[in-house]
Nanobody, 118 residues
């Protein structure tokens, strides 16, 4: 059974930091590119950041460049998203996503809520 379990969300003041983690099981983690998406109420889900299988390439949405950093630990089957200088517009449900390289196979986590508010 494939599971992607996010943690680390919560309420933070503007300018603060949070670190999201996604622990996976049931997949050969090294074969998957990993991403974080987010979705705010009334909006479409958007791609936030991606890291390739071996961690040698990353990509970020323009809105988070310089503030967020994606990383992975292939020994622990985990992908992380360090979020600094958070803004109210970062408020959303954040989803972990696994895409098997070279195929259409993919999986989603259940989501973790991030609220940025004073």
């Amino acid at each position: 059974q494939v599971q992607l379990v996010e943690s680390g969300g919560g309420l933070v003041q503007p300018g603060g930091s949070l670190r999201l983690s996604c622990v996976t099981s049931g997949i050969a983690f090294i074969n998957y590119d990993m991403s974080w998406y987010r979705q705010a109420p009334g909006t479409e889900r958007e791609l936030v950041a991606t890291i390739t299988r071996h961690g040698d390439n990353t990509n970020y949405a323009d809105s988070v460049k310089g503030r967020f950093r994606i990383s992975r630990d292939n020994a622990k089957n985990t992908v992380n998203l360090q979020m600094d200088s958070l803004k109210p517009e970062d408020t959303a449900t954040y989803y972990c996503h696994a895409q098997r390289w070279g195929t259409q196979r993919h999986y989603w986590g259940q989501g973790s809520q991030v609220n940025v508010s004073s």
